[in-house]
């Protein structure tokens, strides 16, 4: 698959219903794939076990249905990906990238849990697996929406996590052993994730993959400045009446709502989105609801 061709991805975690928060990072990416004629893909981070909630992708996938959201590809699911990420580790081991780690938490807590090196007491029977970040690994890259963004991930995070020590893989080493395989050349989702990108570069590079382009999202942020997402506020939006929601995350993307006046149907919504999108409209910054949105 040629890097050129623009393929895109949207993934969500099976953590609860679909809010008005995900719909935007959902519309907001979709949005950016047709505008270049690209593709894009829907893929289920299904890697933690422990956070999923029985039922909740199902229900996520037919909201997406509902707002004509489909995938053009064949839905992933990474729990159905152990070999794929279990090769990469195993490469990364080889090449002593990556070592394993029999610290806790606690007693990382003097170094502000950032590893450095190993402090651990005692070995556990089933170590996790980090990734070794030297002194100098800074990581600099230009978002498309932010600019400029630039973390010495070695000071500031440290030798990250790839393979948890309760066995289950870190969501760093799945999205970008996926991003590769998939073949994805921009990654489109919430400024929440912005953190996360130098780490996920450094991975990239240690496994020979490119690096896709990246551009994050506004945020929804409730009055009192808390992410959506993690209130009690983050109602699951009305999948039997999409369009209002549509229309709403419309306007948050910073579009101009006259376009999509008068539509009667998604199928028509979404045809007038893509005509009128406009990629320089977009908001930089976080979005705050009022009281009553939320």
Request: glycine share 8%; aromatic share 6%; charged share 20%.
């Amino acid at each position: 698959m040629s890097m050129t061709a623009y393929r895109g991805r949207f993934a969500p975690s099976p953590t609860g219903p679909l809010h008005a928060g995900s719909l935007l990072a959902a519309l907001g990416s979709w949005l950016l794939a047709r505008h270049a004629r690209g593709q894009w893909l829907v893929r289920v981070e299904d890697v933690d076990p422990p956070r999923t909630v029985p039922g909740a992708i199902d229900q996520q996938l037919a909201a997406l249905a509902a707002f004509g959201l489909g995938s053009d590809d064949a839905i992933v699911h990474q729990s159905q990906r152990d070999a794929l990420y279990q090769a990469a580790l195993d490469r990364l081991l080889a090449e002593d990238k990556a070592f394993a780690c029999h610290c806790s938490r606690t007693e990382l807590a003097d170094q502000q849990g950032i590893h450095h090196y190993c402090v651990a007491r005692t070995e556990r029977a089933r170590p996790a697996i980090r990734l070794r970040v030297p002194p100098g690994s800074v990581v600099a890259f230009d978002d498309g929406l932010r600019g400029r963004v630039r973390q010495d991930v070695h000071a500031m995070v440290g030798d990250f996590v790839l393979r948890r020590a309760d066995g289950y893989w870190a969501y760093q080493l799945a999205v970008v052993v996926d991003d590769g395989d998939q073949a994805i050349t921009d990654v489109v989702r919430g400024a929440d994730l912005l953190d996360s990108t130098p780490r996920q570069i450094l991975l990239q590079q240690a496994l020979g993959l490119p690096t896709p382009r990246y551009l994050h999202l506004p945020l929804l942020l409730e009055p009192d400045g808390l992410k959506l997402s993690k209130s009690a506020a983050a109602r699951p939006v009305d999948a039997y009446h999409p369009l209002p929601a549509l229309q709403q995350a419309w306007a948050q993307l910073g579009q101009d709502p006259a376009c999509l006046q008068g539509c009667r149907s998604v199928a028509e919504l979404l045809e007038r989105a893509v005509a009128g999108f406009d990629p320089a409209r977009l908001p930089p910054g976080d979005i705050r609801l009022d009281a009553d949105a939320c």
